[in-house]
């Protein structure tokens, strides 16, 4: 018997350094919500699961993080092609000042450990490695909804999901094309 996993279950299989990328992307102002960096408690909050600590971000950490989300933006936006490599160029010339150093704890297994460079930001560049190397980064996407535009990861098997949410971006796009086709 052929073995269905529920959407629910697909969710709950998110990786959670993916969940980590989405929320900062979704930290930049889009549609009514202002940007969550801008707010100290707000930022650590984003930031924690990328090794933030309790206290509140510097300014300096700041700014770094908003360079490298608004790196990850053009990623997640640009087309395949020559567009995108640029942008990973640009990533990578702004993760070049984080260092980690490879450690083989057991035969077949690898970690990485950070050595240098801001820790948030290297938690951040961990967590896109993490993705890219999985297979796992073209998850990745913007809702198709250009007045939405929120970031999602899309856990679906064929992954051709469009929007964050389908009952709410998806449903309401569709009925606007029902409609401007009904009228011409």
Same mark, same amino acid.
């Given at each position: 018997?052929?073995? +269905? +996993?529920?959407? =629910?279950? *697909?969710?709950?299989?998110?990786?959670? /350094?993916?969940?980590?990328?989405?929320?900062?992307?979704? !930290? *930049?102002?889009?549609?009514?919500?202002?940007?969550?960096? $801008?707010?100290?408690?707000?930022?650590?909050?984003?930031?924690?699961?990328? /090794?933030?600590?309790?206290?509140?971000? @510097?300014?300096? #950490?700041?700014?770094?993080? #908003?360079? =490298? *989300? !608004?790196?990850?933006?053009?990623?997640?936006?640009?087309? $395949?092609?020559?567009?995108?490599?640029?942008?990973?160029?640009?990533?990578?010339?702004?993760?070049?000042?984080? +260092?980690?150093?490879?450690?083989?704890?057991?035969?077949?297994?690898?970690?990485?450990?950070?050595?240098? /460079?801001?820790?948030? =930001? /290297?938690?951040? =560049?961990?967590?896109?490695a993490a993705l890219v190397a999985a297979g796992d980064?073209?998850?990745?996407?913007?809702?198709?909804?250009?007045?939405?535009?929120?970031?999602?990861?899309? @856990? !679906?098997? !064929?992954?051709?999901? #469009?929007?964050? @949410?389908?009952?709410?971006?998806?449903?309401?796009?569709?009925?606007?094309?029902?409609?401007?086709?009904?009228? @011409?």
């Open positions: 018997m052929a073995k +269905t +996993t529920t959407p =629910v279950a *697909r969710e709950a299989a998110v990786p959670a /350094g993916a969940v980590a990328v989405v929320d900062l992307l979704n !930290s *930049r102002a889009h549609g009514s919500l202002g940007d969550k960096l $801008d707010a100290l408690e707000s930022a650590a909050v984003v930031l924690r699961p990328f /090794g933030q600590d309790d206290g509140a971000p @510097s300014a300096a #950490r700041l700014d770094l993080v #908003r360079a =490298v *989300r !608004s790196d990850l933006l053009e990623l997640v936006a640009a087309p $395949d092609g020559e567009d995108r490599a640029g942008n990973w160029a640009a990533l990578s010339g702004r993760a070049a000042s984080v +260092t980690f150093r490879q450690e083989f704890a057991a035969p077949g297994l690898v970690q990485l450990r950070q050595t240098g /460079g801001d820790p948030v =930001v /290297g938690g951040i =560049v961990g967590a896109v980064w073209s998850r990745v996407r913007l809702c198709a909804n250009d007045h939405c535009r929120g970031a999602f990861y899309d @856990s !679906s098997r !064929s992954r051709t999901r #469009r929007w964050h @949410s389908y009952e709410f971006c998806g449903n309401r796009t569709n009925v606007a094309a029902y409609r401007a086709r009904r009228q @011409s």
